[in-house]
């Protein structure tokens, strides 16, 4: 705009006082009105606010000279009537040029004079040649500007002069003589000077993965119709009307004679039974593979912990598969380790897990509080695990929170990775244990468990625990010595032996998982990697039923080494074969959860230390004449073998039918035949250490020895000697333990004596039983 | 009712993996199966049942069928038919 253009209203007094009325004094031609500076400013005063002057009132007292140039704005073309106008220039610009281009102009454009006039505030300056101010800009543009560098080179190129437009003799060639009939200027890459390219301009663009595919489906009918169609059904009133309708019974009279001859007929025999082809299956069992063996899969050492320890049991997880666990024990006689007051000296027994895929780091570690001797998963929740120890004491460990991590694991080379994976896994309710327990260790590290209940050690046995097994559901013990049904699914009892000549029973703390019950004092109250699930009852667990063992007439006692109860239906008894045992139970009477069942028969089978199988009964009956708590008569005691029983185990396929090992023979027995067993097998050269019936086929079972082999029976193709025999390692065996894993692989694990663990592929023909085996 | 009886007889014998009577339309009116595979046996077998029945009556015009029996590998499959019912009785021979 203009800055000194100021517009004012001037009321009709001021314009009285000025002689400036509008249509009056000054019209829309003759607009210009100058007024004296005194003359406003005496205004100013007498009227002061009331003046119109008075919002330009400094101006006007700044003003240089002495009229001010008051313009009437007929067209309020700047808002008001009246216009100030604040400088002298401006004044002289507006009182100058309108009275030339008047003077100019014929009357004719008066009008569009006044226009130009009101129009043209601003007097046309014709531009004025500044100096030019640089801002920087010819930087940039000398930057960019393409100067040559470098001087051109000039040829100057002569030649003799008669040669020019000398006469030019062509000639031909033929281009078949030349080689490859073309002639060429190669190109070769000139070794003086290389450009080393650093930097190289790309132009990148991100591009969507889009992919176009077609395809086509293949019309096998070409037509093109189809039909949908729904069956039609009858509703259920026509239903009931047809079936009490006579003529179904008529029909069914007339029918249920012919179709009950054809039931039956199937039922009698298999009339397309090929015999033949059920030959040649058998055929092809027996004919001849020299190379019936086990294949060696994997064995597990760990020389940290595994030093100088034989391995004294060994289970199959038996949920998650390929994971196996370990208990070590040490090597020392009982003298020996008395002796050995200085207890740094021997190593931590640990139990350790191990992954089939991961066979030089243990998966878990389980800290024992002495040496283990036998353990066993809990058949119903398998991450519950009880151990007897080398001092007659009972553990329970409890392995919720790592299930996962077994679980898990991968066939990852690298440690740490399975760790890692394993953290993310991890809930997050775990997750606090969990962080805490890989702190500060590096990722090869096992996670090390501690036992969440210890039994107490004056209740518990004396000798070492040598046999544990759990009993399954359906059976409870309370402490008036009556079973009773558990309703429950889950084992919650374990019965344990040892050579102190008893028997115990124990109770299974209630144990909650413990991610439910992590509160927070419990966890800075106790390690942070042990479940608080049954912090109370350590040390402190206590049997529930105790049985010693006396022998019948001389009172003197046994003692029990492996034990083994029974199962059959209407009645309750336990194998000790994990797994795949169902109860059938008859209840007298029903009334309540706890019932004691009077139809129980509670026999057992024990083998002791001294070669003895005593088949006894358990149940404590009240002694008339004493009237104390005894244990009742024990049936039949057999004394074959020569030595220590190592194995007392049921057969899988048939619940009478026992298999023991002790010393240099094996026995073979049947429950109900009394005098002895049914199959005794020779002396043979070297003892017997270990043995287990096979998973999968009912006639073979495998023996260890002392010798580091593993003998394999096979009842039915020969019964006075092995029918295979194969060396596994130099120590004596210790352990065997069969597992299927998947239907074509069955493993057994066999642990020696000096701390490795074998597991070994049994190979078709040993695992595929064979028809009506 | 004698109908339940008879046909909780069939059922009951060694073997038998199902049971069920269809209409001469071939809608099942009673089975032990679950609805869709029911509609299916019954749909399949009635139609096979019209041709076995017509090809006997084709050789003889004397003779009708009487039973059929399907013997598969894994089961049996006997069907008795009427004049306006069919009893089909799946078993499974093996001992």
């Known amino acids: ?773 | 009712a004698e109908v339940e009886e008879t046909l909780k007889r069939i059922q009951s014998h060694k073997g038998v993996i199902a049971t069920m009577v269809i209409n001469a339309e071939g809608i099942p009116v009673r089975t032990t199966l679950d609805n869709s595979t029911t509609v299916q046996y019954a749909g399949l077998l009635h139609q096979l049942t019209t041709k076995a029945r017509s090809a006997v009556r084709d050789l003889d015009p004397q003779n009708d069928l009487t039973f059929l029996r399907i013997r598969s590998k894994k089961h049996e499959i006997m069907v008795a038919p009427d004049k306006e019912y069919l009893l089909i009785v799946v078993q499974n021979p093996c001992e």
């Open chain 1, 1 to 773: 705009g203009h800055p000194e253009i100021f517009p004012l209203v001037f009321t009709t007094k001021t314009q009285e006082i000025f002689n400036c009325r509008a249509d009056e004094d000054v019209t829309e031609e003759n607009c210009f009105k100058l007024i004296k500076k005194e003359d406003i400013i005496q205004d100013m005063k007498t009227r002061a606010t009331v003046s119109d002057f008075h919002p330009v009132k400094k101006i006007i007292l700044e003003y240089p000279g002495e009229e001010l140039l008051v313009v009437f704005d007929a067209k309020f073309q700047y808002g008001q009537n009246f216009y100030l106008v604040a400088s002298e220039e401006a004044k002289e610009d507006l009182l100058k040029p309108p009275e030339t281009v008047e003077e100019k102009k014929d009357d004719d454009e008066k009008e569009e004079e006044s226009e130009e006039e009101t129009l043209e505030v601003q007097p046309y300056k014709p531009p004025v040649h500044k100096p030019w101010v640089s801002l920087g800009s010819e930087k940039e543009v000398e930057e960019e500007s393409v100067k040559e560098t470098i001087t051109k080179i000039k040829y100057r190129i002569s030649r003799v002069r008669r040669k020019f437009g000398a006469p030019i003799t062509f000639t031909d060639k033929n281009a078949s003589h030349v080689k490859d009939s073309y002639l060429e200027c190669t190109s070769y890459q000139d070794k003086s000077f290389s450009i080393k390219m650093l930097e190289k301009d790309v132009g990148i663009q991100m591009v969507p993965k889009l992919r176009e595919a077609i395809t086509q489906t293949t019309w096998t009918y070409p037509r093109n119709a189809a039909t949908q169609y729904f069956p039609i059904e009858l509703s259920n009133e026509e239903k009931e009307e047809s079936l009490s309708s006579g003529k179904l019974k008529e029909f069914l009279t007339s029918v249920h004679l012919r179709m009950e001859i054809a039931l039956q007929q199937n039922e009698i025999m298999n009339a397309f039974f090929d015999d033949w082809k059920a030959l040649t299956e058998e055929e092809s069992s027996s004919g001849g593979k020299p190379h019936v063996y086990l294949k060696a899969y994997q064995s597990f050492t760990d020389l940290h912990y595994f030093k100088d320890r034989t391995i004294s049991c060994v289970c199959w997880h038996p949920t998650i598969s390929g994971i196996i666990a370990v208990s070590t024990r040490g090597q020392l006689s009982y003298e020996e380790r008395v002796n050995l007051s200085d207890k740094s000296l021997l190593q931590q027994p640990v139990i350790l897990f191990w992954c089939s895929f991961d066979p030089t780091h243990p998966q878990l570690v389980l800290e024992c509080p002495e040496d283990i001797c036998c353990f066993q998963f809990s058949p119903s929740d398998p991450s519950i695990i009880a151990g007897g120890c080398i001092n007659g004491q009972v553990v329970l460990w409890d392995i919720s929170q790592h299930e996962e991590k077994l679980q898990n694991v991968k066939p990852v080379a690298d440690g740490t990775e399975i760790t890692a994976v394993n953290m993310v896994n991890v809930s997050i309710l775990n997750k606090l244990q969990c962080i805490y327990m890989s702190v500060g260790k590096n990722g090869t590290e096992p996670p090390l468990v501690r036992c969440c209940a210890v039994s107490s050690i004056q209740d518990s046995h004396e000798k070492p625990v040598t046999d544990i097994h759990w009993l399954p559901d359906y059976s409870e013990d309370n402490q008036m010595d009556a079973t009773s049904e558990n309703r429950a699914e889950t084992s919650v009892q374990l019965v344990t032996c040892s050579p102190d000549c008893s028997i115990l029973f124990w109770d299974n703390p209630a144990m909650k998982p413990s991610s439910e019950k992590l509160k927070e004092e419990d966890v800075f109250g106790m390690p942070i990697d042990v479940p608080d699930t049954s912090k109370h009852l350590d040390l402190c667990w206590k049997p529930l039923v105790q049985i010693n063992l006396c022998e019948n007439d001389t009172n003197a006692e046994y003692s029990p080494v492996r034990i083994s109860f029974r199962e059959l239906h209407c009645q309750y008894k336990t194998s000790d074969v994990p797994a795949k045992q169902s109860l059938y139970r008859e209840r007298s009477t029903s009334s309540k959860n706890v019932k004691v069942l009077e139809s129980i028969s509670t026999d057992l089978l024990v083998g002791t230390e001294d070669g003895d199988i005593v088949y006894s009964d358990w149940k404590v009956e009240i002694d008339s004449d004493s009237e104390k708590q005894v244990s009742q008569k024990h049936t039949q005691k057999y004394t074959i073998h020569t030595e220590t029983i190592n194995t007392l185990q049921r057969s899988p396929f048939f619940k009478d039918i026992i298999l023991s090992i002790g010393g240099q023979t094996f026995a073979i027995w049947k429950e109900g035949v009394t005098n002895g067993p049914i199959l005794h097998s020779s002396c043979s050269a070297g003892r017997y250490t270990a043995g287990k019936w096979s998973l999968t086929r009912p006639g073979v079972f495998f023996i260890g020895r002392d010798d580091g082999n593993i003998d394999i029976w096979d009842l039915l193709k020969k019964t006075y000697e092995p029918s295979q025999f194969q060396n596994i390692s130099e120590s004596m065996i210790t352990f065997i333990s069969p597992w299927i894993t998947s239907p074509n692989q069955h493993f057994l694990a066999v642990s020696d004596d000096l701390g490795i663990l074998h597991v070994l592929e049994i190979c078709q023909t040993l695992s595929q039983p064979s028809e009506n085996e």
